[in-house]
């Protein structure tokens, strides 16, 4: 070939690689964005990630039946409240019981008598004046409510004494009565038998004089 020919001879254009170029750049941009909303926040431009905490269910307009978990815990605990309380009235019945076991006989026999005779009287009885009661503290009975009947015979010959003592719940229910009784009181002499109660010493009972008889 001649140097002319050398010197003519025509030069490929370069291909135009822009689009390439432009390509890569936006492969690699998509990849930093990736890893920056994949990153773990401890990088200075790492991305945060947010866990949106799940909302606890309304339960005002709940209507129907508990859980059975909860409905298991608030039957225990009904049965546990039955247990105490059972437990706390046989506590007092047997603490009631260990204190008249002290009184004597002869006035168990008095208090029978007293109920015997009471069981016809209509109305409160012919003796209410003569007769008072007087709460016994309760560190002297074991915790029980017991109350002293004071009886005097306020006339003037020998008299027995029968009287019926009523105890009330905080609703003014009558929920334990008790009979005492007195044989052969002198004129002017006084006796202060007990009426003791055998329930628990929650609610918080009042004894009241039902009837009282002189005969």
Do not use: W
């Not at 059975?68 to 706390?88: D, K, V, Y």
């Not at 503290?137 to 005097?152: D, K």
């Amino acid at each position: 070939m001649s140097d002319a020919q050398q010197q003519y001879r025509p030069h490929k254009r370069p291909r135009h690689r822009a689009p390439r170029a432009l390509t890569a750049l936006a492969a690699a941009g998509a990849c930093a964005v990736a890893l920056a909303a994949c990153g773990d926040g401890d990088g200075d431009g790492g991305g945060t990630t947010f866990t949106p905490r799940p909302s606890p269910p309304a339960t005002e307009s709940f209507t129907g039946s508990p859980p059975a978990p909860l409905a298991s815990a608030a039957q225990s605990a009904i049965e546990s409240a039955r247990a105490s309380a059972s437990a706390a009235a046989s506590s007092a019945y047997a603490r009631a019981s260990e204190f008249e076991a002290s009184v004597s006989a002869e006035i168990a026999r008095a208090n029978a008598a007293a109920e015997a005779e009471l069981k016809d009287v209509k109305g409160r009885g012919n003796a209410t004046s003569d007769v008072s009661l007087t709460g016994k503290p309760r560190s002297e009975t074991g915790g029980l409510l017991a109350v002293v009947v004071n009886i005097t015979n306020s006339t003037d010959s020998t008299a027995s004494y029968a009287v019926q003592v009523d105890f009330h719940d905080p609703d003014g229910k009558v929920v334990e009565t008790h009979f005492v009784g007195v044989e052969d009181l002198e004129p002017g002499e006084r006796a202060q038998p007990l009426a003791i109660s055998r329930k628990p010493p929650e609610p918080r009972l009042t004894a009241e004089i039902a009837k009282a008889q002189r005969y």
